[in-house]
Structure formats: C-alpha cells, structure tokens
C-alpha cells in the first residue's frame, strides 16, 4: 500500500464545500490535499439548475433565515467569514462574469454551470491544493499516533493510504446519486461515533393518487399549491409546476416538500390541492364559466375546457368535476359552473412517496448542531474532524440558498483546520 505522509489537512469530496474547504485551509499555509472520488471537479456543481447554475442569492445575508431550514445554528460563524458577495468575488476574478435574474438570483453570465465548477477549481489550485481525481475513500480512521489515516483507491484500484493531523468532509448529501453524492460522509460521521437522524430526500417531486395521466412530463405556469394535513393547511406557494407521469413536481411542489417530508416523518402524508386559477376569485371563476358554457351551447365541454386548461390536464380536470367531456355547453347548467369551478380551484392529490433519491435536489437531515462546535465546525467526537455542505443539517429554499450554505461552511471548516494545523505565527 502506498502511503503519503507530510499532509496537513485531506479534504474528502469535490464539490462546492470541499473545494472552498481545501482553499481556505491552503490559505492558513497548511499542506492540503483533496480527494475527489469522480474524474472531473464538481461533477453535481455542473448540472445544477438545468446546467445553468444559480450561484448563490443576493439578497442581504440578515434575510437568509426566512429561506433557512434544520440547524441553522450552524450557518451564523459559516456566513460572517464567506457571505454571497465573497464567492461572487472569488468566482468573478477567476474570469467567470456574474448576472442577477429572477430578482435576486445570481447566474454565470454565460449561463454554464460548468464555468462557475471550473472558476472554483482554478481559485482552488492556486492556494496550493493538491487535487487528486478518481480517489475513492473508503475510510476514516483514527491511527495508534493520534492522526487521521484516510484510506482509499486511486483510479479505481491502486490502494492510498493519506495521514493528516486534519480531516474535512465534504461529500455531500444522497441527492442525485449518480453524480457521486452517495452518502458517504454519513458513515464516516457515524463511524466517529456521530448520531444521525433519518435522512430525507428533498427539494424533490412526488407520486400521487390520482395521477394527471400524461405520458411526459410538461410545465403549468402561475398556479397556487397547498398541503393539507387533514383540515390543516401545512404549506402554501405559487409558481410553476411540472406535471409529471408519476405525479407532481417542478419548482412549486419544491418549495413545499421540505413540509411535505416531514410531515411523513409523523407517518402519513399530506394532500396537495392545486389551484390552476389562483388569480381569479371563486365569483369571478364562476362568471367566467357560466359566461363560456352560454357563448358556446353547441361545443363539447372538453372543448370549452380547453379555454381555461392545458389538453394534456382536460382528462383530469373533467374527472374531478364528474363531468361527460362529450355534454355540450347548452346542458351544462349551474351545478356543472360549481363543479368546473371547485375543480379547477382545488384538484386533489394524495401524495404517495416522493419521487426519492434520484431527483432530489437536496437532503434533510444529516449532522445536527449537537454534534458539532458551530464556530468551528469540528466534530465534538473527535479532534480534528470537521464536516461541511451537505452533509449538515441544514437546508434552503430554491434560489441559490443550498450552495451558499456550501461555500460558507466548506470555507469555515477549512479555515478551521488549517489554523489547527499550522501555528499562527506561521499562516497566511
């Protein structure tokens, strides 16, 4: 086995986190080296937000908590030392110009996601990082002298073993798991004797019954979505949703399954009720209705339909009013305008499981503030351990929250466990 001795601090993952964790531990003066398990940087990084990605948001950090979920606790030391405006300067003197759209979400301003993994590899390398490609770690362990061994495989067979007075990881969450993120650093973690709750998928879409039942997937733009527990309404949003063979998804249904998984925590879960008219008020609806069922007596109702829902949604719409798409406007009388309009207001899906690891965007759950010094970020079951990004607990809404969660905590723990390795008469 060949062993690698004289490092500082190992950094395990690639990401967004480990990638500001290894640059900010190397900006200590500490010797450094990250292993990335796939054969590029930032493999998730590149495809997130359709390949676009949203770098971060630029709203004042002091408004970050409204879109802040789990053990923020954990943020407060992270985003002090790194907040948005940091990474947007790092990212932007790599040669990478920055937009703001959507208000205040920020974009690479070529719109590739891939631009933003390389500016932070590049920033990366030239603190003095040694990054290690196709270096899959298998374990994390404690040696007989009190340093951290780390073992793995390098190109996917030769044996590694890395001793560090440091370790930091940083290998994200479960989400998307083709992209690597497969939850390693949870073992790890529990290995060191960590105790973790249950871990959730999240910003995920979801199976219902009924179904829309549509054989691809296609957006419905500007509608109202709530989840009911029982007569409790348990979350509220508007925006797009992306109807989908299996159910329900799209960035609507995302800002409401943080509340949706948990509410499955407790065992059952919620109803959603999609309303396709949320502008118009049930008076107004009606009026609409009864005006389009009396100017068009002689066409069918799935061709009145049409006029106020996409095709693909006609088949459900007209099952949920229980009303015969072959009855013409001339028999659709009062009750028929009530029906359409409680329809098109409030259609009903019983969630059945989310659509899981595969899609998820995000993970709920992973290592709590208990276990943790929040000012450090160091295992509070082992010196010299630290974890970062995803695999926290904690989480954000849609809009570049989850990836400033990851620079700002990566950047704490390696600021950390380079100051512990090198003294501070020697840092930078």
């Given at each position: 086995?060949?062993?690698?001795?004289?490092?500082?601090?190992?950094?395990?993952?690639?990401?967004?986190?480990?990638?500001?964790?290894?640059?900010?531990?190397?900006?200590?003066?500490?010797?450094?080296?990250?292993?990335?398990?796939?054969?590029?940087?930032?493999?998730?990084?590149?495809?997130?937000?359709?390949?676009?990605?949203?770098?971060?948001?630029?709203?004042?950090?002091?408004?970050?908590?409204?879109?802040?979920?789990?053990?923020?606790?954990?943020?407060?030391?992270?985003?002090?030392?790194?907040?948005?405006?940091?990474?947007?300067?790092?990212?932007?003197?790599?040669?990478?110009?920055?937009?703001?759209?959507?208000?205040?979400?920020?974009?690479?301003?070529?719109?590739?996601?891939?631009?933003?993994?390389?500016?932070?590899?590049?920033?990366?390398?030239?603190?003095?990082?040694?990054?290690?490609?196709?270096?899959?770690?298998?374990?994390?362990?404690?040696?007989?002298?009190?340093?951290?061994?780390?073992?793995?495989?390098?190109?996917?067979?030769?044996?590694?073993?890395?001793?560090?007075?440091?370790?930091?990881?940083?290998?994200?969450?479960?989400?998307?798991?083709?992209?690597?993120?497969?939850?390693?650093?949870?073992?790890?973690?529990?290995?060191?004797?960590?105790?973790?709750?249950?871990?959730?998928?999240?910003?995920?879409?979801?199976?219902?019954?009924?179904?829309?039942?549509?054989?691809?997937?296609?957006?419905?733009?500007?509608?109202?979505?709530?989840?009911?527990?029982?007569?409790?309404?348990?979350?509220?949003?508007?925006?797009?949703?992306?109807?989908?063979?299996?159910?329900?998804?799209?960035?609507?249904?995302?800002?409401?399954?943080?509340?949706?998984?948990?509410?499955?925590?407790?065992?059952?879960?919620?109803?959603?009720?999609?309303?396709?008219?949320?502008?118009?008020?049930?008076?107004?609806?009606?009026?609409?209705?009864?005006?389009?069922?009396?100017?068009?007596?002689?066409?069918?109702?799935?061709?009145?339909?049409?006029?106020?829902?996409?095709?693909?949604?006609?088949?459900?719409?007209?099952a949920e009013a229980r009303i015969p798409l072959k009855d013409v406007g001339s028999k659709l009388g009062q009750s028929a305008v009530l029906a359409l309009q409680r329809a098109l207001k409030g259609i009903k899906l019983q969630v059945t499981q989310s659509e899981g690891w595969p899609r998820a965007v995000v993970t709920i759950g992973g290592i709590g503030v208990k276990e943790l010094n929040p000012s450090t970020l160091e295992s509070l079951c082992q010196s010299g351990l630290y974890f970062c990004g995803e695999v926290l607990d904690v989480d954000g809404d849609t809009g570049g929250f989850n990836l400033q969660i990851a620079y700002s905590t990566g950047a704490l723990a390696g600021q950390s466990a380079g100051k512990r390795c090198v003294p501070a008469e020697h840092s930078n």
């Amino acid at each position: 086995m060949e062993r690698t001795m004289n490092i500082d601090v190992v950094v395990v993952g690639g990401g967004p986190a480990g990638l500001l964790a290894a640059g900010y531990a190397a900006m200590q003066g500490a010797r450094v080296t990250l292993l990335e398990k796939n054969a590029q940087i930032g493999r998730k990084l590149r495809i997130t937000g359709k390949g676009r990605c949203n770098i971060t948001n630029s709203m004042p950090m002091g408004h970050y908590p409204e879109h802040l979920h789990g053990d923020v606790e954990l943020l407060k030391e992270a985003f002090t030392l790194l907040d948005n405006s940091g990474i947007v300067a790092i990212i932007e003197k790599q040669g990478v110009p920055t937009v703001v759209e959507r208000g205040t979400r920020v974009y690479p301003a070529s719109g590739k996601a891939a631009d933003v993994a390389g500016a932070l590899e590049r920033w990366c390398s030239a603190q003095g990082v040694s990054i290690q490609l196709n270096s899959t770690v298998q374990e994390v362990t404690r040696n007989g002298e009190g340093l951290w061994s780390v073992r793995a495989t390098a190109g996917g067979h030769q044996p590694i073993e890395l001793t560090a007075q440091c370790v930091v990881v940083a290998t994200g969450g479960m989400g998307y798991p083709g992209s690597g993120s497969t939850g390693d650093g949870y073992r790890f973690a529990e290995n060191a004797g960590h105790r973790l709750g249950r871990i959730l998928p999240g910003l995920v879409g979801f199976c219902t019954i009924p179904t829309f039942g549509v054989q691809e997937r296609f957006t419905v733009k500007n509608v109202g979505l709530s989840a009911m527990m029982g007569n409790k309404e348990i979350g509220r949003t508007f925006g797009d949703v992306e109807i989908t063979p299996e159910g329900i998804g799209g960035p609507a249904v995302l800002q409401l399954s943080r509340a949706v998984q948990l509410a499955e925590r407790k065992g059952v879960y919620p109803t959603l009720v999609l309303d396709l008219k949320p502008a118009l008020s049930e008076e107004k609806l009606q009026a609409r209705i009864t005006r389009d069922f009396a100017s068009r007596p002689g066409d069918t109702f799935a061709s009145i339909l049409r006029g106020f829902v996409p095709a693909p949604l006609v088949r459900r719409v007209g099952a949920e009013a229980r009303i015969p798409l072959k009855d013409v406007g001339s028999k659709l009388g009062q009750s028929a305008v009530l029906a359409l309009q409680r329809a098109l207001k409030g259609i009903k899906l019983q969630v059945t499981q989310s659509e899981g690891w595969p899609r998820a965007v995000v993970t709920i759950g992973g290592i709590g503030v208990k276990e943790l010094n929040p000012s450090t970020l160091e295992s509070l079951c082992q010196s010299g351990l630290y974890f970062c990004g995803e695999v926290l607990d904690v989480d954000g809404d849609t809009g570049g929250f989850n990836l400033q969660i990851a620079y700002s905590t990566g950047a704490l723990a390696g600021q950390s466990a380079g100051k512990r390795c090198v003294p501070a008469e020697h840092s930078n």
